[in-house]
């Protein structure tokens, strides 16, 4: 079945540090893909869309300059947390819409990312 | 606003003592219901995914259905590698920027006793 790569699963950095997070779509083709946070015991929030070639769209809320989005290629979406912070700590996931439909959206295992 | 709510929060069974989460919904038009398991520390796991009112779809233990308001995920004779949390999210009609956008609920924390 198709697959949601994801990367680092857990990163820790200081205080005003940058992180990069990958998403890869291992066996298809994915013109969006999708970046949530989630903090212990809630539920998935959606930050951003993250568009193939074009500029994501952020949900109200979510600093643009602070999670830098990229969606370079049909298999590779980036989410840089920018200057991180204590309060940036919590865990990422992605997720990737195929072409063909939304049967399934598939997730990627998620990040925790600790802030020191 | 699309609106998710599931209850209960938290759900404690004996092992083979079968039970249902649910997934209360509002949405403007409903291309799908999608419910999905996630483990701690991991990402959700795809179950199923509901599409109109009366439709059902079962997988081993656990049977998901659908009606215009709710959704209902059936767990029969559960057993421990049951428990994780059950998410369930609605995806909106409409194509463009809402694609592949779900709204999801706050989650049901099952755990199974053996």
Same mark, same amino acid.
């Given at each position: 079945?198709?697959?949601?790569?994801?990367?680092?699963?857990?990163?820790?950095?200081?205080?005003?540090?940058?992180?990069?997070?990958?998403? #890869? =779509?291992?066996?298809?083709?994915?013109? *969006? &893909?999708?970046?949530? #946070?989630?903090?212990?015991?809630?539920?998935? &929030?959606? &930050?951003?869309?993250?568009? $193939?070639?074009?500029?994501?769209?952020?949900?109200?809320?979510?600093?643009?300059?602070?999670?830098?989005?990229?969606?370079?290629?049909?298999?590779?979406?980036? %989410?840089?947390?920018?200057?991180?912070?204590?309060?940036?700590?919590?865990?990422?996931?992605?997720?990737?819409?195929?072409? *063909?439909?939304? $049967?399934? /959206?598939?997730? @990627?295992?998620?990040?925790? /990312?600790?802030? /020191? | $606003?699309?609106?998710? *709510?599931?209850?209960?929060?938290?759900? #404690? %069974?004996?092992?083979?003592? =079968?039970?249902? /989460?649910?997934?209360?919904?509002?949405?403007?038009?409903? #291309?799908?219901?999608?419910?999905?398991?996630?483990?701690?520390?991991?990402?959700?796991?795809?179950?199923?995914?509901?599409?109109?009112?009366?439709?059902?779809?079962?997988?081993?233990?656990?049977?998901? *259905? %659908?009606?215009?308001? $709710?959704?209902?995920?059936?767990?029969?004779?559960?057993?421990?590698?049951?428990?994780?949390?059950?998410?369930?999210?609605?995806?909106?009609?409409?194509? @463009?920027?809402?694609? @592949?956008?779900?709204?999801?609920?706050?989650?049901?924390?099952?755990?199974?006793?053996?």
């Amino acid at each position: 079945g198709a697959v949601v790569s994801q990367h680092p699963s857990r990163v820790i950095c200081k205080s005003g540090t940058s992180v990069k997070i990958e998403c #890869r =779509s291992l066996d298809f083709q994915a013109t *969006t &893909m999708f970046w949530y #946070r989630q903090f212990p015991k809630q539920s998935l &929030m959606l &930050m951003a869309t993250s568009n $193939e070639g074009s500029k994501a769209t952020y949900e109200q809320g979510v600093e643009k300059d602070k999670f830098l989005i990229n969606h370079a290629s049909l298999t590779l979406s980036t %989410l840089t947390v920018t200057s991180a912070h204590p309060e940036d700590s919590s865990f990422y996931i992605c997720s990737a819409s195929p072409r *063909t439909g939304v $049967e399934k /959206l598939f997730f @990627g295992s998620g990040t925790q /990312l600790s802030v /020191l | $606003e699309d609106q998710v *709510t599931q209850s209960p929060e938290a759900l #404690r %069974l004996q092992e083979g003592e =079968s039970s249902s /989460l649910n997934c209360s919904y509002t949405v403007s038009g409903l #291309r799908g219901l999608f419910w999905y398991r996630q483990d701690p520390g991991k990402g959700p796991e795809f179950l199923f995914t509901l599409y109109s009112a009366g439709e059902e779809k079962e997988k081993e233990r656990l049977k998901a *259905t %659908l009606t215009k308001k $709710e959704s209902f995920l059936h767990i029969t004779a559960p057993k421990p590698e049951d428990s994780a949390t059950y998410l369930c999210a609605v995806h909106p009609l409409g194509g @463009g920027t809402s694609y @592949g956008k779900l709204t999801f609920g706050q989650g049901t924390i099952l755990t199974v006793h053996p």
